[in-house]
């Protein structure tokens, strides 16, 4: 990973039965402690950009209320039929497993 602006990460997503999907995220925007920014495509396993499938432009935003972090998260597609698609491919169920393993991974850190 390289975490800066014009920085990538590329990833591997494995599946319960052992089916492999890549993606790669390309960093727009780093406000420490603030705001963080990236596009994110699919790729194939040599990171070459799947176009067939949609990229997404996310933000995440930090807030500081009452001594708890707040984070905004933002999801911006070109058209609806992209979220369709993503929705199909089973992108709630899986962000909604990954904040619920923040969540968990989280309420395990002592203050």
Do not use: C
Request: proline fraction near 2%; charged fraction near 20%; glycine fraction near 8%.
């Amino acid at each position: 990973m390289d975490f800066r602006v014009g920085g990538k990460r590329f990833y591997a997503m494995v599946s319960a039965e052992g089916q492999e999907n890549y993606g790669i995220q390309e960093y727009t925007a780093i406000t420490p402690k603030t705001n963080l920014q990236w596009t994110s495509s699919f790729t194939d396993k040599d990171g070459n950009i799947n176009t067939q499938l949609p990229t997404s432009n996310w933000e995440l935003n930090f807030s500081e209320q009452n001594g708890i972090t707040k984070v905004s998260i933002t999801i911006k597609h070109k058209t609806l039929a992209n979220i369709e698609m993503l929705i199909q491919m089973g992108f709630k169920e899986g962000f909604t497993m990954t904040l619920n393993e923040l969540e968990d991974l989280l309420s395990h850190i002592k203050r």
